[in-house]
């Protein structure tokens, strides 16, 4: 068991996680100019692509490293 790898994959679980549940509070994947133009469209689309940036994070990199971890 390799212990730092395993922090470090616990660690992209609770920052993808936290991306994922609060996507408006997270940085901006929606340009400012679709902001102005359609706020509802531009509201829908920081969702989502926030939601998956969080979910890949998470799961991807997270579950990754932290299964490496143990098996290491």
């Not at 996507?23 to 340009?31: E, G, Y």
């Not at 829908?44 to 098996?71: I, N, P, T, Y």
Request: hydrophobic share 45%; with cysteine; aromatic share 6%.
């Amino acid at each position: 068991m390799n212990g730092s790898l395993l922090s470090v994959g616990l660690f992209f679980v609770l920052i993808g996680g936290l991306v994922a549940l609060r996507p408006h509070r997270t940085m901006n994947f929606v340009p400012s100019g679709e902001w102005t133009d359609d706020p509802g469209r531009a509201k829908r689309r920081q969702e989502r692509l926030a939601r998956s940036v969080g979910l890949f994070v998470s799961v991807g990199l997270g579950g990754g490293c932290v299964v490496a971890g143990l098996l290491a």
